[in-house]
């Protein structure tokens, strides 16, 4: 069992930043790999960006070059670093860990970019 908290959401205008947090806790040994979802109103949850254990990174095309996932492992810690956010990022954001054919999720957090 992983256990997954999220911080760091809130109001942002056009063009500003925002870091969210995920910590991760329970058996993260076992994690494989980590990322952060986003589900708008009345939208399908759409992945924005993850990271394996090893490092190798990807991500939407929507955030490419404005978002940066990052992961420290000594705190077992999966960051998002949202820059030149958008009234389109506005979502509740999920946390995810991948464990084999499991996976495990947070329980979101709200960001909204005023425009």
């Known amino acids: 069992q992983v256990q997954l908290v999220e911080s760091g959401g809130g109001l942002v205008q056009t063009g500003g930043s925002l870091r969210l947090s995920c910590a991760a806790s329970?058996?993260?040994?076992?994690?494989?790999?980590m990322g952060w979802y986003r589900q708008a109103p009345g939208k399908q949850r759409e992945l924005v960006a993850a990271?394996?254990?090893?490092?190798?990174?990807n991500y939407a095309d929507s955030v490419k070059g404005r978002f940066t996932i990052s992961r420290d492992n000594a705190k077992n810690t999966v960051y998002l670093q949202m820059n030149n956010l958008k009234p389109e990022d506005t979502a509740v954001y999920y946390c995810?860990?991948?464990?084999?054919?499991?996976?495990?999720w947070g329980q979101g957090t709200q960001v909204t970019v005023s425009s």
């Open positions: 995810a860990a991948y464990v084999g054919s499991n996976d495990y």
């Open positions: 329970g058996s993260i040994f076992s994690i494989n790999a």
């Open positions: 990271v394996t254990d090893g490092g190798s990174t």
